[in-house]
């Protein structure tokens, strides 16, 4: 099993930048894909960027692609979020995510450890 807690959330003016980052405890955590996923109120929760175990591959929602970056360092256990470009739209508690498999998954389904979150707003 694995741990997660999520910080860097944060007020941001629209157009600004915010980094999230999520650390991890437990078992190896290359062996882990990972993922960030939002919720914003009243919606669901909805996939924003994966990667693989070995950061070999990354995938992204097409709401963020171009203007979020998903990083993670394995020697440290720790995954990241840039956040550049800021819409009021990317306001919403932002979750990380682990799956059992070094594969990346777009699906809520597929990941079995979440952290508590952390909440981004951005002011339009």
């Known amino acids: 099993q694995v741990q997660l807690v999520e910080s860097g959330g944060g007020l941001v003016q629209a157009g600004g930048s915010l980094r999230l980052s999520c650390a991890a405890s437990?078992?190896?955590?290359?062996?882990?894909?990972m993922g960030w996923f939002r919720q914003a109120p009243g919606k669901d929760r909805e996939f924003v960027a994966g990667?693989?175990?070995?950061?070999?591959?990354?995938y992204y929602a097409n709401s963020v692609k171009g203007r979020f970056t998903i990083s993670r360092d394995n020697a440290k256990s720790t995954m990241s979020l840039q956040m550049s470009s800021l819409k009021a739209e990317d306001t919403a508690v932002y979750y990380c995510?682990?799956?059992?498999?070094?594969?990346?998954?777009?699906?809520?389904?597929?990941?079995?450890?979440w952290g508590q979150g952390t909440q981004v707003t951005v002011s339009s």
């Open positions: 995510a682990a799956r059992d498999s070094v594969y990346l998954g777009r699906n809520i389904g597929e990941y079995a450890y």
């Open positions: 990667i693989s175990g070995s950061a070999a591959l990354t």
């Open positions: 437990g078992r190896t955590f290359s062996n882990y894909a």
